[in-house]
């Protein structure tokens, strides 16, 4: 006798899902967030952070590693890293002997910028003003350095469990004169895109889950964002520009008033999911620059990365190893099911609610 056909549900089967822009795919297994838990269990992030360090080489007035000091700065504050990967000198490396032992030049610059001069606050508990004058340098900085290299990489690593050694609030930019992997990557895919179906990428892709609004977390008139559905990370998401915008510095007044109030939206609502101080990498993707200024790159959408690395709770993490390293990327749930859970806590950080005692006060 024949056993009958299973009807699909995600929630329940294994299957994979296409992610157009990196053109690979990802294994979502979600049946197996029914296990027991017997993992590595994470520490919980620091929590009694002191707002003014002298010893802290972010704080405003202290000294850094190379002797430099740190003025005492009121808002955002950008510097060289001390320790930087790439330097603007360095030998080109010459003819490559063999096609399987190539090298070529790096070069580039490495910055550090602060957000704020408070070691004891985050991105969520900024007020608007304070998230909009980081976009507005983020903006700043990707037009300075964007003049001379190709790629400008900003990106946020966020608590210990992200690699990050120093709680101050803060983030890197790397330009280099070559395009990356991801870079690389994303500027094919969304070119190929364009060419096969008339429209960029990530603009149908932002109307489609406007449409759909299953994987939607958050939107507001200029943003929106969503769980993508090839997610790997558990609450990863992606932060779209509802308008074709190419590049950080070409979004307008309005634009970054919205940005900064849907991104503080969304960092409290991960702030809020295990009531904690939520660890993630992130970082911008937009068209190249330096000497790809003049050429047309109608195919890129400016974007955001969210990559979260939380599961089930604040100590329990998803780790990226084993078959994901060997094969190919697993997740265990379903993008749906995340977007659903972020979707549905409050927007009020879990610091400031009435029970609690505010941090600081809100300057809006």
């Known amino acids: 006798m024949e056993e009958p056909v299973s009807v699909f549900q995600p929630t329940d089967h294994q299957h994979i899902r296409y992610n157009p822009l990196h053109d690979d795919w990802v294994l979502v297994s979600a049946h197996r967030m029914k296990r027991p838990w017997q993992g590595q269990l994470e520490k919980p992030?620091?929590?009694?952070?002191?707002?003014?360090?002298?010893?802290?080489?972010?704080?405003?007035g202290a000294?850094?590693?190379?002797?430099?000091?740190?003025?005492?700065?009121?808002?955002?504050?950008?510097?060289?890293?001390?320790?930087?990967?790439?330097?603007?000198?360095?030998?080109?490396?010459?003819?490559?002997?063999?096609?399987?032992l190539q090298a070529k030049s790096a070069r580039g610059i490495c910055q550090v910028m602060c957000f704020h001069p408070w070691s004891d606050i985050t991105l969520p508990l900024m007020s608007l003003q304070e998230v909009?004058?980081?976009i507005d340098k983020w903006a700043e900085i990707n037009t300075d350095l964007g003049a001379t290299y190709p790629w400008v990489q900003i990106f946020e690593n966020k608590g210990a469990m992200m690699g990050c050694s120093n709680p101050h609030p803060h983030c890197q930019i790397w330009a280099?004169?070559?395009?990356?992997?991801?870079?690389?990557?994303?500027?094919?895919?969304?070119?190929?895109?364009l060419r096969t179906h008339g429209a960029p990428?990530?603009?149908?892709?932002?109307?489609?889950?406007?449409?759909?609004?299953?994987?939607v977390v958050l939107s507001?008139?200029?943003?929106?964002?969503?769980?993508?559905?090839?997610?790997?990370?558990?609450?990863?998401?992606?932060?779209?520009?509802?308008?074709?915008?190419?590049r950080l510095q070409d979004l307008r007044h309005e634009e970054r008033d919205s940005l900064a109030s849907i991104m503080r939206r969304l960092l409290c609502k991960y702030d809020n999911l295990f009531e904690v101080s939520f660890p993630y990498s992130m970082g911008w993707h937009g068209a190249p620059t330096g000497c790809h200024l003049t050429e047309d790159c109608s195919h890129w959408q400016l974007h955001a990365h969210y990559y979260p690395p939380l599961l089930r709770s604040a100590s329990v993490r998803k780790f990226l190893v084993g078959y994901e390293m060997l094969a190919q990327a697993q997740r265990d749930?379903?993008?749906?099911?995340?977007?659903?859970?972020?979707?549905?806590?409050p927007e009020e950080h879990y610091k400031l609610r009435p029970s609690q005692e505010p941090r600081r006060p809100d300057t809006e």
Not at 74 to 88: H, K, R, S
Not at 178 to 189: G, H, I, K, S, V
């Open 45 to 60: 992030p620091e929590e009694n952070i002191p707002r003014h360090d002298d010893k802290n080489p972010l704080c405003p």
């Open 63 to 100: 000294q850094r590693a190379g002797g430099q000091v740190n003025p005492d700065y009121e808002e955002t504050f950008v510097f060289e890293n001390d320790f930087p990967a790439l330097q603007p000198a360095a030998p080109d490396p010459g003819p490559s002997e063999h096609p399987l």
């Open 132 to 134: 909009r004058a980081v």
């Open 176 to 193: 280099s004169n070559f395009l990356p992997n991801e870079a690389q990557t994303e500027d094919r895919t969304q070119r190929e895109y």
């Open 201 to 215: 990428m990530l603009l149908e892709y932002g109307r489609l889950e406007e449409e759909r609004k299953e994987r």
């Open 220 to 246: 507001n008139e200029d943003w929106l964002v969503v769980v993508p559905y090839w997610a790997v990370w558990p609450f990863q998401t992606l932060l779209l520009p509802r308008r074709h915008v190419t």
């Open 333 to 345: 749930l379903t993008a749906e099911q995340a977007a659903e859970r972020l979707r549905n806590l």
